[in-house]
């Protein structure tokens, strides 16, 4: 800054130099004519020009001097802020700055005050900002915990925007609608999703349409070459102002659901009937004995011998609902103990073979098999051979056959028992599920009546209780065989009977 003023100071008594000498060189470069007038002027003039001169010269070098001051003024500001930052200059207040002139005083002062109120400014600013960033952290995490919750969901969920486009769907919504959701976020659900599901477009742009908070429907979806059935629930989604901005669907398969209902429905029928027959041969030969229509000894014999299988088929009935309400609840009473096999077999055969001869069917059985001891409970084991038996009679025609196996395999320490018929048979796409409760062969229903829970408490006091397996092999119009397989007593207790 002193180089400046040293340099501006030379330049400007350079210039006041040259301006007198201008002024003289004006009058000798003229001509003899204009020589004559200025000696003539000169002796009037001289004076007066030279003072002009230098009092233009002057004035420019005092306001130069004066604008250089200034400069560095605003140089030792700028210095000091540079030095010791903003809030050092507002906490202090004082600026040393070597000028008196009372104009910069002001300027210092409206700088300090402009830096002060541009301080708090950035100051209010950065918090704002912090809390921005903190709210679009938390938004970032909800979010995430809402895709987490909806792809965690095993129904299928989709979520719209107010122009029908998709915003959300997990997994389930995919594979049921058949799009790729990465590939597809933001186009219009009519795209997206085929016209065989019209009837699921109509009813959630009507819903979406008509505001409401919720609306359900069931809708039968073809999928596979099989009918689908699914409860649809349409919520709407409503900003702040409760305007709807979109709409969220969850779709939950009930397929299952209704065909267990109807199952249910059939059982109670066929409950009904299956109660209603044996109390009505029951009821019916009672009151002829009591009425005194059987005159001789052998026909009171018959009646009462009715009546007994009637009961007994009663109370298996019975016993099978209540056995597999008590299975399932965890509240049956097992009472284990070694028994054998071949011995349990041989008294069902017996009970069995009355109910067969009706239908002229041979029940036959084998020699009992030495170390055929399971741990099992007695009363349980006797009605999964007597279901099995009575099942395997109940679907083969007259004249028909039915053997019961026995095979001891010690390597792998199990026993198997297999019921061979030459009934009807099963179809190949309905034989898993025979051990399902109240499913009953479709093809095989006007064989037989059935409740459809003696195979399944079969299979849940073999698996669920003694720990063993059920299996089925059949062929249509060839027969069937059931069977199941126990561990053997010696490994049950831990020891060699």
């Given at each position: ?13 350079i ?12 009058g ?19 004076f ?28 030792s ?64 995490r ?8 909806i ?27 058949m799009?790729n959701?990465?590939?597809?976020q ?33 809708i ?25 901005c ?9 397929t ?18 299956e109660?209603k ?29 009715i ?10 009935l ?33 009970m ?11 029940v ?22 007597i ?5 395997a ?6 004249g ?15 026993i ?52 063993g ?8 119009g ?10 053997l007593?010696?490994?049950?207790m831990?020891?060699?009977?």
């Amino acid at each position: 800054m002193k180089f400046s003023r040293s340099l501006y100071a030379t330049v400007a008594l350079i210039m006041a130099y040259c301006l007198l000498i201008g002024s003289t060189a004006e009058g000798r470069t003229s001509d003899a004519d204009s020589g004559l007038r200025y000696t003539s002027y000169a002796q009037q003039w001289d004076f007066v020009a030279v003072v002009v001169y230098v009092a233009g010269a002057m004035g420019v070098i005092f306001l130069g001097w004066y604008w250089i001051r200034l400069a560095g003024a605003i140089t030792s500001i700028a210095r000091l802020l540079k030095s010791r930052g903003i809030n050092a200059v507002c906490r202090t207040g004082k600026i040393n700055i070597p000028i008196r002139v009372r104009q910069i005083g002001v300027l210092r002062e409206a700088i300090r005050e402009c830096l002060d109120s541009c301080a708090a400014q950035i100051a209010d600013y950065e918090k704002q900002i912090k809390d921005l960033q903190i709210q679009v952290q938390l938004s970032r995490r909800r979010e995430k915990n809402t895709e987490a919750i909806i792809y965690s969901i095993r129904d299928a969920v989709i979520v719209i925007d107010e122009f029908d486009k998709l915003l959300k769907a997990n997994e389930a919504a995919e594979k049921l609608f058949m799009f790729n959701f990465e590939n597809s976020q933001h186009m219009p659900i009519r795209e997206l999703i085929s016209n065989n599901y019209s009837e699921f477009l109509d009813f959630l742009s009507h819903s979406r349409q008509s505001k409401g908070q919720a609306s359900k429907r069931e809708i039968e979806f073809v999928k596979d070459e099989s009918i689908r059935t699914f409860d649809c629930i349409v919520s709407c989604i409503y900003d702040k102002n409760r305007q709807v901005c979109g709409a969220v669907m969850v779709l939950h398969d009930i397929t299952r659901e209704k065909e267990i209902s109807e199952m249910k429905n059939d059982f109670v029928s066929h409950v009904s009937h299956e109660l209603k027959t044996p109390l009505a041969s029951i009821t019916a030969y009672s009151e002829m004995l009591a009425d005194g229509e059987a005159e001789d000894e052998q026909t009171r014999r018959e009646f009462y011998s009715i009546i007994q299988n009637q009961a007994n088929r009663l109370n298996r009935l019975i016993e099978d609902i209540l056995n597999t309400s008590r299975i399932e609840s965890g509240l049956i009473k097992v009472n284990k103990e070694p028994i054998s096999l071949a011995i349990l077999i041989e008294e069902q055969l017996q009970m069995i073979k009355s109910y067969a001869e009706e239908k002229n069917i041979e029940v036959t059985g084998q020699k009992p098999i030495v170390f055929d001891q399971v741990l099992a409970d007695r009363d349980m084991i006797s009605q999964v051979i007597i279901n099995l038996l009575s099942n395997a009679v109940k679907y083969t025609q007259h004249g028909g056959a039915v053997r019961v196996e026995t095979q001891v395999d010690e390597v792998a320490n199990l026993i198997r028992v297999d019921v061979s018929d030459t009934g009807v048979g099963i179809p190949e796409d309905e034989i898993e599920h025979v051990f399902d409760k109240y499913y009953r062969v479709g093809a095989n229903k006007k064989q037989a009546k059935g409740t459809g829970l003696g195979l399944n408490l079969v299979k849940q006091i073999i698996e669920k209780v003694h720990g063993g397996r059920v299996f089925v092999k059949s062929q249509v119009g060839v027969g069937s065989t059931f069977g199941f397989e126990l561990p053997l007593a010696k490994v049950c207790m831990g020891s060699v009977v």
